[in-house]
């Protein structure tokens, strides 16, 4: 589980953007924790608060709209603490203070939504990890020997494929399932597509039943 | 209040395969003591107490579609079924899967039912002890 700390200008404009990139990336991104800083209500100053925040964030996301004083502290305090930061604005690059005009942003005013969110998806990814990466390989391996086994010949899904088809069964709430049964069976299933043939799906079950009964 | 009978939801379209289909089903879920509640003589609010949703999304009726969205978003658990491909299907029933069967090869719909069933009761069970 890692955890994404956004720091971002607490003004009205700004909760939506907040509201749609972390029900975006509680789809995207399951295994990662999105917060911001008044999620939390605690006794403690709000600075503090902050900087507890910034601290046990795994990648902090930054958005540098508006030149905004606190943001602006807190990225700052995010860099000191060596944390992987993620920079999003709506201005102009070069409106960015010249010390992080260095750093890559993604700017969500000249994108679209989706590529947005896509790009913001890539960042991510590239510090926490693609979460079903691992996942693809002992899923091939299964689908291998289940071929085998059952004498048929299909072809597994795209790496593509399998991750998304992934990433949207955590999006309605399922999970790797506990026994190494049903969690074969729901891994080489993400590779039989959309659509297999009931014959296909039926051969898995028996072929489950044979080495994992 | 707690049910000790587990219930299934199934929502078929009209159609020639329908009657046999409608057989298959409720003899495979009668025989694991699962009440069958079929969609044309109950209501929408049998969904929400179902542990299983059965459909056949054939032809995407819009009605069966309708309620495999309901399920979908209530995390139910799904079975789906469909006599021939789509080029369409939405996206998060992509990931759920549909097995395609033939309409005449009800033997297979059969099996197929009664797997997944045993699977679905045993996963079921696994969760509740």
Request: hydrophobic share 45%; with cysteine; net charge negative.
């Amino acid at each position: 589980m890692a955890n994404c700390f956004v720091i971002m200008p607490f003004r009205p404009e700004f909760n939506f953007l907040y509201l749609t990139i972390k029900s975006h990336l509680a789809r995207s991104l399951p295994e990662i924790t999105v917060e911001r800083g008044d999620d939390r209500v605690l006794t403690k100053p709000i600075l503090e608060k902050i900087a507890d925040f910034i601290r046990q964030a795994d990648v902090v996301i930054a958005d540098s709209t508006g030149r905004n004083p606190n943001v602006f502290y807190e990225l700052g305090l995010a860099h000191a603490l060596e944390k992987p930061v993620v920079l999003i604005t709506s201005d102009a690059i070069e409106e960015a203070p010249t010390d992080i005009r260095a750093f890559e942003f993604i700017s969500y005013a000249q994108l679209q939504p989706e590529a947005f969110l896509n790009k913001l998806d890539k960042a991510l990814q590239s510090v926490v990890g693609n979460p079903f990466a691992g996942m693809h390989a002992p899923a091939l391996d299964l689908f291998r020997r289940f071929c085998a086994a059952k004498k048929v010949n299909l072809v597994p899904a795209a790496q593509q494929e399998f991750e998304a088809s992934m990433a949207a069964m955590y999006g309605s709430g399922q999970r790797l399932p506990e026994s190494e049964r049903s969690r074969a069976e729901f891994l080489v299933r993400r590779l039989l597509g959309a659509e297999p043939q009931i014959e296909v799906l039926i051969a898995l079950k028996d072929w489950l039943d044979e080495v994992a009964p | 209040m707690f049910r000790e009978q587990p219930q299934a939801f199934i929502a078929l379209p009209q159609g020639p395969a329908e009657p046999e289909l409608r057989t298959v089903i409720r003899e495979t879920l009668e025989r694991h003591d699962v009440r069958p509640l079929f969609s044309d003589d109950t209501s929408l609010a049998a969904l929400s107490n179902a542990d299983l949703v059965i459909a056949d999304i054939t032809g995407a009726n819009r009605n069966v579609m309708f309620e495999v969205g309901v399920a979908l978003g209530m995390g139910k658990p799904l079975l789906l079924l469909s006599q021939e491909r789509f080029t369409d299907l939405p996206f998060d029933l992509r990931a759920h899967q549909v097995a395609v069967y033939r309409p005449g090869d009800m033997e297979s719909v059969r099996k197929f039912m009664e797997l997944s069933l045993r699977d679905t009761l045993r996963e079921r069970a696994s969760l509740k002890a």
